[in-house]
């Protein structure tokens, strides 16, 4: 079951916003669910436009648009990323 964790903010080289959702797909740790236990997995990347961005690391994102020829390279200030 995957859920939103947070919406990051990243810029492009020209000072385009993105709004970068962050999703974590959460997994029940059997009986000890029943008292909130989770175990987080890796986290999945989308943009408010439902894009893929791909974490390329350093506070770096990778979206690729439809009708572009080659993914932009956005970079977020997001202390949890850089």
């Known amino acids: 079951m ?3 964790e947070k919406t990051i903010m990243a810029f492009d080289d020209l ?3 993105y709004m970068i959702d962050v ?3 959460a997994r029940e740790l059997g009986p ?3 008292h909130g236990a989770t175990r987080g997995g ?3 990347f989308r943009t408010h436009d439902g894009h893929v961005a791909t974490y390329l690391g350093n506070g770096e994102f990778s ?3 439809p009708g572009e020829t080659e993914a932009v ?3 977020t200030s997001d202390p949890e990323y850089v």
Request: charged share 25%.
């Open 32 to 34: 000890l669910h029943a």
């Open 15 to 17: 000072g385009r916003e």
């Open 23 to 25: 999703f974590d797909d």
């Open 42 to 44: 890796l986290p999945s």
């Open 73 to 75: 390279t956005v970079r």
């Open 63 to 65: 979206i690729t648009v």
């Open 2 to 4: 995957s859920h939103h």
